[in-house]
């Protein structure tokens, strides 16, 4: 019986997951046609947490969907991939462009063991850049910006610009206060921070 259930798990994560993946990948439109929710409600019946609107472009690629929490306005391009072995939170209004890696989970150096509570954590607001690859463990700061080509081992801290491998703090940044995504404009939460004090 124990093989029976190794057996199904293994038939969901190899073939069942791949395929309403490769399904989803095939029906990517443009976010301002209605259609392009038909990807999201697949992604949901893998247990992905997202809200709408967003827009994930072609070639997007998860392992472990049902650990990946997605807020809305959120717009992916092509090629990203989620391996969410551990919880990966994504903000609202992050944009990112060709090739991310999220890699939310490790192994110990010594023992080549699993580790856990290498959760990601993108607070919102942000932009990353092309070909960045993320490691678990780590906090995106609200409105910061990862440089294309950057290796984020570290917490970054919100409102900056960092790059390089491994990511360090370039300089830090105030958003405008109106900024443009695929799904409007937005002010963001600094500013809106500011007006209520």
């Known amino acids: 019986m124990k093989t029976l259930k190794l057996i199904y798990k293994e038939f969901l994560i190899r073939f069942y997951e791949r395929l309403l993946i490769n399904i989803a990948n095939l029906l990517t439109v443009s976010p301002a046609l209605k ?6 409600f697949i992604l949901r019946l893998l247990r992905m947490k997202i809200c709408s609107p967003c827009f994930i472009d072609k070639g997007f690629n998860c392992w472990s969907p049902q650990n990946i929490e ?22 609202p209004y992050v944009q ?26 993108l607070e919102g607001e942000n932009w990353i850049g092309a070909n960045v690859t993320i490691i678990g463990g780590v906090t995106i700061g609200r409105g910061a910006i990862i440089a294309a080509g950057a290796v984020v081992t570290e917490n970054i801290p919100p409102y900056c610009i960092a790059g390089g491998v491994p990511a360090k703090v370039i300089k830090s940044r105030i958003p405008a206060e109106s900024v443009v995504t695929p799904f409007g404009s937005y002010i963001p939460n600094v500013h809106k921070l500011k007006s209520s004090s």
């Open 35 to 40: 259609l392009s929710s038909v990807k999201i």
């Open 70 to 91: 997605i807020d809305k306005c959120c717009s992916f391009g092509h090629n990203n991939s989620f391996w969410a072995f551990n919880k990966i939170t994504i903000g």
């Open 96 to 121: 990112t462009a060709f090739g991310l890696t999220l890699i939310a989970g490790g192994h110990d150096t010594d023992t080549y063991a699993p580790i856990g509570k290498q959760k990601i954590i």
